[in-house]
C-alpha cells in the first residue's frame, strides 16, 4: 500500500469562474475504477481495493487557465456486476471515464458496450474517455495500445492508458476531460432546461441555481 | 449467488429499496431481486414513453409527443409532503444528494362546482372564494387552536382532549361544511369521512404536518422530484448498494420456500438461503389478501389544468360529496410537467386516482375527467390493493402493502418503519444523517 498527502491534481490556484460536472465512472468489475478515483482524489493506493463499499460519492477540483472545474464524481457501487446500473446513474453525467484493464481482452469488449450504453443512455454531449488501467503492467498487456486507440479516434472519445498504482496519467485524464467540457452558460446537458429548484436539507426558502454549468435541470 | 444472506428483498419498489438502504447502512447483508428489468416494481416511472404506450397495448406514440426519452411517467401519482417522512429518511440518509427537488406550484380543491386554491399564506386565505367572511373567522380560529395543539399539553386541548372524535373539535368551533370539507378532505387528507367519529388528534397532527410542510417553500407542502418518482427507489438503492447490498434485475422467481426456519429463493435454478425475506405483495400471491381496487388515469394534455393560474405542476382535489355522483372517497388529480423531466415539451401529465366502489371504475373518475379539459391520450388502470396475511414475526416473511390512493407518501413510510421494527425488534430512530464520506475510510 502506498500513500501520500492529498493535493491538487495540478498546482494553478483557483481563479475565475468555477463550474461543477458529474462524472461517471463505467467498466467491469475490478479493472481499477474505485482505485482511479482514490488516486485522482486521495493520491492514494491500495494493492488489493476491496469492491467498492462506501466510496461512492466524491468530488475533486481541477484548474485550468481560467476556470475552476469541480468534478463530483460517482462510481458504482458494485451495481454494474450483474447489470443493475440505475437510470439515475447516467442522468445529468455530463463526462464518463469508460475503464478497461489492459492486461484482459474482455474487459476492453465490456468497454466498448459500455460506450455503447453511454450513447443510448447518456447526454448526447457527454464527453467520454477510454482509460486503459493497470499500464503498470505492461508485460502481461493483452490489450493493444493502437487498437484503443483507434477505436477512441473513431468514436470521438479521448483515450489514455493509467495506471492508478503509479499514478501513470491518472490526473492528466482527468484534466483532459476538464478541457475538453464545454464551460459556457450553456455547458453540458444540465443547463438545457433552466429551473431551479429547492434543497430539501436545508430549512426552507427556494434555492434557484444557474449560471455558468450549474446543475439546474 | 450460493452465499447466505441476512435479508432477501425481492422487488424494487420504494417500500422495499428504503428497507434495503436502512438495512444494509447497519451492516447487514443484503441481496435485491426484481423479476423486471428495470427499478421501481409497480411504482416505478415508465422511460421511453413507448414503454408507456406497450404497456396499454396502444401501439406507439404519435409524434406530437416528441421524442420518448424525454418522458419519465409515474405509475402510481404521489407528492412528497415537504415536512413528511420521506422527507426525514431522505435526509436521514443523504440519498437526497441524488435527487433534486421542485416544489409543487399549489393545491386546489373542488368546492360547488369550481375549483379553488387552498390558500397557502394569510394574505391568501383573505381572498379566497371558499367560504363567506363570517366562517373564514371560525375557519381561522380552529387553525390556530390545531397550530398550538399538543396531545401532552392539556392547557391546549380547550376541552377537547386527544381522544374525543374530530365532530366535537369542529362543534365547538360552529365551523360549516366548507370548513370541514377543507380541513378534513385537502388538508388532512382523508379520503373518507370515517375521521370525523375518529380521535381528533389523527386530524390535527395531520393539519400540523400540513401546514409546517407549506411553510417550507411557500405555494404548497408538497414536493417532487425531477425526473419522475422512480429516482425515488433508485436512490435508496444506491445508497444501499454502496453499503454492499447486491442488486440483481431481470431475475424471475420461481420458487420461495421456508427451510429450517430460514427462506430459500429459488431465480433461474439458483437457490440462495436468508435468515428473513422482505417483499413486495407481487412475490407472495398466497400470503396476501385483496383488501380493495384504486382505478387510475395517466392523461397527456397540451395545457396545464384549467383554473389552476397555469401551474406546470398543482394537485386537485375533489371532496367525495362535492361531485355527482356523492361517492365515499374523495377523487384526486395530481399533475406535473415537462418542468420536472417527466414529459416531452409543453406537455403535461395529469394523474386521476380514486379507491373503486362500483363495477365500472373508470366512469368513477369521471367527475374529475371533465375539469382537465382536453385530453390528448388517456391510460387506465385498476390495481388491486394487497395487505399481508400476517405480521412475518414468526414466518419471517415481511411483505409490503400495495401503494395506496393516497396522493403523499405518509401511509407507504408507516408501512416502511413498520416493517423494519417487525424485522429489528425495535423502532426506527432519525439519528443524525448517515454520512456517506465517513464511511468509506476518511
Known sequence: ?217 | MDEEYDVLILGTGLTECILSGLFSVEGKKVLHMDRNKYYGGAATSLCPLENLYEKFGKGSPPESMGRGRDWNVDLIPKFLMASGKLVQLLIHTNVTRYLQFKSVEGSYVLREGKINKLPSTAKEALGTSLFGLLEMRRFKNLLQYMAKYSAEDPTTHEGCPPTVPMTAVYDKFGVGSSSRDIIGHAISLHTTEDYLRLPCLETIKRVQLYYESISRYGSSPYLYPLYGLGELPQGFARLSAIYGGTYMLDKPIEKIEQVDGKIAVTSQGETVIGKMIVGDPSYFPDRVKKVGQVVRAICILSHPLPNTSDSLSCQIIFPQNQVKPPRRHDIFVCCVSYAHNVAGNGKFLAIVSTQVETSNPEAELQPALNYLGVIDEKFVEVSDLYEPKDDGKESKVFISKSYDASTHFESTCNDILDIYERVNGKEFKFGDPVNVETVCGE
Open chain 1, 1 to 217: 500500500m502506498a500513500s501520500r498527502a492529498p493535493q491538487r491534481p495540478n498546482n494553478a490556484s483557483p481563479q475565475g469562474k468555477i463550474c461543477q460536472f458529474k462524472l461517471v465512472l463505467l467498466g467491469e468489475s475490478a479493472v481499477g475504477k474505485s482505485s482511479l478515483v482514490l488516486r485522482f482524489v486521495k493520491g492514494q493506493f491500495h494493492e488489493y481495493q476491496e469492491s467498492t463499499i462506501g466510496a461512492a460519492f466524491l468530488t475533486q477540483t481541477v484548474c485550468l487557465q481560467d476556470t475552476t472545474v469541480k468534478f463530483e464524481i460517482w462510481d458504482t457501487a458494485g451495481q454494474e456486476r450483474y447489470h443493475s446500473l440505475a437510470p439515475m446513474y447516467y442522468r445529468g453525467a455530463q463526462a464518463a471515464i469508460v475503464v478497461y484493464d489492459i492486461t484482459n481482452q474482455d474487459t476492453f469488449a465490456r468497454a466498448k458496450t459500455w460506450v455503447k450504453e453511454l450513447q443510448r443512455q447518456a447526454s448526447p454531449n457527454i464527453v467520454i474517455a477510454l482509460a486503459g488501467n493497470k499500464s503498470d503492467l505492461s508485460n502481461k498487456r493483452m490489450v493493444d495500445h493502437d487498437e484503443a486507440a483507434a477505436y477512441s479516434d473513431e468514436n470521438g472519445l479521448l483515450f489514455m492508458e493509467t495506471s492508478a498504482k503509479t499514478a501513470m496519467h491518472v490526473n492528466d485524464i482527468f484534466l483532459a476531460i476538464a478541457e475538453k467540457l464545454p464551460k459556457n452558460d450553456a455547458g453540458g446537458t444540465a443547463a438545457n432546461r433552466p429551473t431551479s429548484g429547492v434543497d430539501i436539507t436545508q430549512g426552507g426558502g427556494s434555492n434557484p441555481q444557474g449560471g455558468c454549468c450549474g446543475r439546474s435541470q
